[in-house]
């Protein structure tokens, strides 16, 4: 324990870490797809639509593109897929409906427990994409407790660019060795210690379905836990 | 209720809306006062503490002086202070400690029960001039149960600058007059009105001590009331 005993704050990154977007985007697509008459593949959907996630928040990152928040980019991309998808019949606040199940997103069951319990020990923040709305939205929905709510959207950056990551220290008045950012995700991971963040590699592997692995930590992960509840043993919660 | 049935977010004012400011300073001083044997007047201290609160802010506001959080003003009025009282044997960590006593205020008794109670039907944030680490510290101490915190640092201009009003409306995804300011101050709730907010006024008879009357209400606000009790009774929640 006396290793993480500098540790004040847990981030976290929220899309795969601590909610299941996959999951919930299948089954409000079926959902939809029964009272719409449609036959479409939503795990198809819900991957494709993650997948576009990345190139869209990249060409706002290189300038390509004036900031816009993740709801923006979302609709954008579902926009496209909509048509690639053939699903035309659709009217405007179904389609904002749909769009929004990004704020509608269920915790991975041992979320809440978790959270709950590295609450009472440590400050607890999301550090996402996700736009202030959403993860707003989402919290008071799925009963996340977050203490505070640190989006890309206050800086007007997507991670990995540093002023994510610099945010929470600079915002909590604290140095980056006293802030953990807990996230699936090793990429995501490698740059917050690049900016002198701790990190804890929390493994999902459900995240994109069966069968797909998770990656393998780096041997420079402070933690690597198999859920949240093993997260808070680890750090003394 | 049908009047405020399109409002679905509550922005506080905190230091006197939420918490007393002066009985929390007044206690905290009273303790180190014994604690380093002083004979200072703490009910003085914390008046001319928080009456230096405004003009730090206008300084910033003028563009007289760059920004600077609230904690960095709270420290240089403390200066100033700790020289006219003739305070002069505190350590650099009793001063630091005192002056963060901003972030260990006490809620009014019936804050933290009424804003459980308004969270149940509404997002319920902070609109503060406090910076997110005085915010965010306070609330965990206090159990203040916000689901987000909005701060004048996030923006880094003070109320009443027009940046302010319009973030919460902004980053939530509403409309202004979806957006509803509580505060125990006439003037903060007239700022917020002129830029589309909704408005309720929560008496704080005691926020300066006995035998101060609160100002009395505008005709234009929307809600006057005695306590988070009542607001909650008036909102529906």
Redesign the interface.
């Known amino acids: 324990m006396t290793e993480f005993s500098g540790i004040k704050a847990l981030v976290f990154d929220v899309f795969g870490t601590v909610v299941d977007w996959r999951g919930s985007v299948i089954r409000e697509g079926e959902k939809l797809g029964k009272e719409k008459g449609l036959d479409t593949d939503w795990a198809a959907f819900a991957d494709e639509w993650r997948g576009r996630y990345k190139p869209s928040m990249d060409r706002v990152r290189s300038g390509e593109t004036s900031w816009r928040n993740l709801?923006a980019l979302h609709r954008a991309s579902l926009e496209e897929l909509l048509e690639e998808f053939e699903v035309t019949n659709l009217t405007e606040e179904e389609k904002d409906h749909l769009n929004r199940v990004w704020h509608r997103l269920d915790p991975w069951p041992d979320s809440v427990p978790g959270l709950t319990r590295l609450k009472r020990r440590y400050?607890i923040s999301t550090l996402s994409n996700g736009?202030?709305?959403l993860l707003?939205?989402m919290?008071?929905r799925a009963g996340l407790p977050w203490?505070?709510?640190f989006s890309a959207?206050?800086v007007r950056h997507y991670k990995p660019d540093p002023e994510t990551y610099l945010m929470p220290p600079d915002?909590?008045?604290?140095h980056p060795e006293q802030v953990m950012l807990v996230a699936a995700h090793p990429s995501d991971l490698r740059a917050a210690r690049s900016h002198g963040l701790r990190t804890a590699y929390v493994l999902r592997p459900l995240e994109w379905g069966p069968g797909v692995e998770p990656e393998e930590p780096d041997s420079s992960f402070d933690i690597v836990a198999n859920d949240f509840a093993e997260l808070a043993e680890k750090l003394g919660a």
Do not use: F, R
């Open positions: 709801d400050v736009n202030i709305a707003t939205n919290a008071k203490d505070m709510i959207e206050l915002l909590l008045g604290l």
